[in-house]
């Protein structure tokens, strides 16, 4: 009888804790970590997903920002939830594929720690100035650095940033000199850029715009392999004769390791069929954004891949191993 009942106990106790089926999720609100603060475009990109969602899964999805070295402790954070579904999270090239290389004791694997779900959408990155250095071409932006008798200091959002890489490979690329300078937050950093406490930033385009639009940034070059639509006058890295700065600061939908598959099946087409939305492609071309549909299997591979690539140029500006 004892076993009988003991038997029964953990067969509630297992159908009690068991994730729910795709049919049945969402059954309540999801969470959406975000690693990063307010105002960029990590933070954008998640509140037009949980918009979408909301709407298309007739359940709230709700942005949480956990912040804070580089993106590790919000990623962290990720990788240890509950694979339920209930909690997914932004990740992006920066925590899956350049942390994992400049801090290899980080708390978490890329591939390994996470169900990776979908691609969201990736900003090239702009090079932008300080107005009043009169610097209008990437020509003058050159010359402007040779002449400086000091380095040419740029912002980015932290050391072993995406910004922080496309800035040194610019530096590498055009022979210029330049000083890194790590900020803690995309709006501070560009805050000092447009007040001329800083000559120039690199961030994502998405990031940038609204300044360049207005002119208190003057865009000097993109690192995307065309012009963008909605920004014709701002040339390619490219075009201008530096094949090899063409790249992409993307950012992904990921779970924890080991989500029911059903769930990252059906978060992926709803993800996908959201951005395929006509009036959410206005929004992403306005802001310097592509988006591009993958499966969580092609988008996985698409990791791996990027690991690959990134990690020579962190060889070459000595960050590897290094940490954060």
Do not use: C
Not at 112 to 126: C, Q, T
Not at 147 to 161: D, E, I
């Amino acid at each position: 009888m004892l076993r009988m009942l003991a038997g029964f106990l953990l067969l509630t106790s297992t159908i009690l804790t068991a994730p729910a089926s795709a049919q049945e999720w969402p059954a309540k609100p999801v969470r959406i970590i975000v690693p990063f603060g307010a105002g960029g475009t990590g933070d954008a990109l998640a509140r037009i997903v949980a918009e979408q969602l909301s709407v298309s899964l007739k359940q709230q999805f709700v942005v949480e920002n956990r912040t804070g070295a580089g993106g590790m402790i919000g990623v962290q954070a990720l990788a240890s939830s509950v694979p339920d579904g209930y909690t997914v999270g932004i990740t992006n090239v920066s925590t899956l594929s350049l942390i994992p290389v400049i801090n290899p004791k980080n708390a978490y694997h890329p591939l390994n720690d996470f169900s990776h779900v979908a691609f969201v959408a990736g900003a090239p990155v702009s090079l932008a100035v300080y107005p009043k250095l009169g610097i209008r071409t990437l020509a003058d932006f050159i010359a402007h650095a040779n002449k400086s008798a000091q380095p040419l200091t740029f912002a980015s959002s932290g050391l072993g940033s995406d910004g922080h890489l496309i800035g040194e490979a610019i530096a590498a690329s055009t022979r210029i000199k330049v000083e890194h300078v790590p900020y803690k937050s995309t709006a501070q950093a560009l805050a000092d850029v447009v007040g001329g406490h800083v000559a120039f930033s690199t961030f994502t385009l998405s990031s940038s715009s609204s300044f360049i639009r207005a002119g208190t940034l003057t865009g000097v070059a993109v690192t995307s392999g065309e012009r963008m639509p909605d920004y014709p006058d701002l040339p390619t890295f490219k075009e201008l004769g530096y094949p090899d700065l063409v790249s992409s600061t993307w950012f992904s939908i990921s779970g924890p390791a080991k989500l029911p598959k059903p769930i990252v099946d059906k978060l992926n087409a709803e993800i996908t069929a959201a951005m395929a939305k006509a009036d959410v492609q206005a929004r992403m071309r306005r802001d310097g954004l592509l988006t591009e549909a993958m499966s969580p299997e092609t988008f996985t591979a698409f990791v791996a891949a990027e690991g690959a690539r990134w990690t020579p140029l962190i060889q070459r500006t000595g960050l590897a191993g290094k940490g954060l």
